[in-house]
């Protein structure tokens, strides 16, 4: 019975840390959306692009869907993104999730498909 405790006490440290780990990747992916949007002021909206292996990337948009800065591509606290990224790129095959983080809040919801479709694909308007 106390080992019984014991591990689920561990599953739920576990959990936890993990918890953890999100929240501060989430919290360096907004700080780097913000610091793109600064740098791009033509700029409607930051692409975000998740892979599976943690690393991201991102890039500008403007309102005509071009990009409006380079793709950026970080790992968080990283030097570098990881060998696999580095190898192919990032690879479509391992995205986890993609999706534009809007700044303008003035744009709307078709044009905001509209422009979703033209740099993500529609493989994004799922998420
Ligand atoms: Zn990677």
Redesign the pocket.
């Known amino acids: 019975m106390k080992i019984k405790q014991e591990k689920s006490h561990q599953a739920k440290q576990k959990q936890k840390q993990l918890e953890k780990q999100e929240e501060r990747a989430l919290r360096s992916e907004r700080a780097m959306v913000a610091g793109i949007m600064e740098g791009s002021p033509e700029a409607v909206g930051v692409a975000v692009i998740r892979?599976?292996?943690?690393?991201r990337k991102m890039a500008a948009v403007a309102k005509d869907g071009e990009p409006a800065s380079k793709v950026i591509m970080y790992?968080d606290k990283a030097e570098s993104?990881?060998?696999?990224?580095?190898k192919d790129n990032?690879a479509f095959s391992?995205v986890t999730e993609s999706f534009i983080d809007w700044q303008d809040n003035e744009l709307d919801d078709d044009l905001k498909m509209e422009l979703t479709i033209k740099v993500l694909g529609t493989d994004a308007i799922v998420h």
């Open positions: 892979f599976e292996c943690g690393c790992r993104i990881c060998p696999k990224c580095k990032g391992r």
